[in-house]
């Protein structure tokens, strides 16, 4: 079946700008969660649904991030006011219903900020 | 909190020849799971292999196996008969429960093979 889908591929965008980062997860999933991969490090988690509620916000850096999940499927990671530092690839996995459950990640959205 | 550590920032290997890539963790948790995830170019993160903490058996996945070693929270991945489309970015991470669920990753392995 189809994998964990993100868009864009690709973002490039100017400094203070706002940005949208869509994850669309594998179909009956449960859990959806959201990683930050800069340039040498490891991935960063941010944020993890549970459904449509966001039980663990404690990743997001800074409150000009903010994510929301709708019907339990798609997800929206939005960058407000973005800066250099913002600049990574986004990675959003899902998985049946969190736990030990595998988490499944999609090719992620490579942000770049100017 | 819990922690990931892979000491080889870069290793390379013969094609059909085998390497072990290294890790080692740290978690207060009695109950974890601990993967390998495989992330080529595309940039796509691949699952390689899973193990749960309470089996002592070592997972295998036809080419690819793990050395667990749990007292010495270790956690080695070993390829056999390396192939060219093994090159990739390997990252070791740990899930030990809590109330988020995430992993924790390693910095990862970066492994070229040569023809």
């Known amino acids: 079946g189809a994998g964990v889908s993100q868009s864009p591929s690709n973002k490039v965008t100017e400094k203070g700008k706002d940005v949208e980062l869509r994850c669309d997860p594998i179909?009956?999933?449960?859990?959806l969660y959201w990683y930050r991969q800069s340039l040498g490090q490891g991935l960063e988690f941010l944020i993890y649904?549970?459904?449509?509620?966001?039980?663990?916000k404690s990743g997001l850096p800074s409150d000009r991030f903010s994510a929301e999940r709708t019907g339990g499927s798609v997800s929206t990671l939005t960058i407000q006011r973005t800066q250099q530092e913002d600049s990574a690839v986004y990675l959003c996995?899902?998985?049946?219903?969190?736990?030990?459950?595998?988490?499944?990640f999609g090719p992620g959205t490579r942000l770049l900020v100017l | 909190a819990q922690t990931v550590t892979q000491s080889q920032p870069e290793m390379s290997v013969q094609e059909a020849e085998t390497v072990t890539l290294s890790c080692t963790y740290d978690?207060?948790?009695?109950?974890?799971?601990l993967f390998w995830y495989k992330q080529p170019p595309s940039r796509q993160m691949i699952l390689v292999i899973r193990?749960?903490?309470?089996?002592?058996q070592n997972a295998t996945e036809n080419r690819f196996s793990v050395n667990f070693q749990k007292a010495a929270k270790s956690f080695s991945l070993k390829i056999s008969d390396s192939q060219l489309g093994d090159a990739a970015m390997y990252f070791c991470?740990?899930?030990?429960?809590?109330?988020?669920?995430?992993?924790?990753f390693g910095k990862g392995t970066l492994l070229t093979v040569n023809p």
């Open positions: 649904f549970q459904g449509n509620s966001a039980p663990d």
């Open positions: 978690t207060s948790e009695s109950d974890y799971y």
């Open positions: 179909s009956g999933h449960t859990a």
């Open positions: 193990q749960e903490a309470y089996k002592q």
């Open positions: 991470a740990c899930y030990s429960g809590g109330s988020n669920y995430k992993l924790t």
């Open positions: 996995a899902s998985s049946s219903s969190g736990r030990a459950e595998t988490q499944y």
